[in-house]
């Protein structure tokens, strides 16, 4: 089992920053992704970025250039700075993490609100 805790979510103002943090706890695999999702009411939860364990990245077209996931693997944690905020990034934001050895396993936070608003 492995435990997901979101942190650094907050209201900025268009063009802020902010830096959310996951940290994971438990058994992690050595094969594995950890992603950050988004969603807003009433609409699917959206892939916003992700991060294998061979440190391979991807980004949904409308935060490529905006956003960076990173990793700290002494810590166990990943990180997503949002640069260049723009309102419609306002939504909850999970973290996720996905194995696929030495079985399929998955595993969700529980959100962190980020709202972006003058």
């Known amino acids: 089992q492995v435990q997901l805790v979101e942190s650094g979510g907050g209201l900025v103002q268009p063009g802020g920053s902010l830096r959310l943090s996951c940290a994971a706890s438990?058994?992690?695999?050595?094969?594995?992704?950890m992603e950050w999702f988004r969603q807003t009411p009433g609409k699917q939860r959206d892939l916003v970025a992700s991060?294998?364990?061979?440190?391979?990245?991807a980004y949904a077209a409308s935060v490529k250039g905006r956003f960076t996931i990173s990793r700290d693997n002494a810590k166990n944690t990943v990180y997503l700075q949002m640069n260049s905020l723009k309102p419609e990034d306002t939504a909850v934001y999970y973290c996720?993490?996905?194995?696929?050895?030495?079985?399929?396993?998955?595993?969700w936070g529980q959100g962190t609100q980020v709202t972006v608003s003058s």
């Open positions: 996720k993490y996905t194995q696929y050895t030495p079985y399929a396993y998955d595993s």
């Open positions: 991060i294998t364990s061979g440190g391979i990245t």
């Open positions: 438990g058994s992690i695999s050595s094969i594995y992704a």
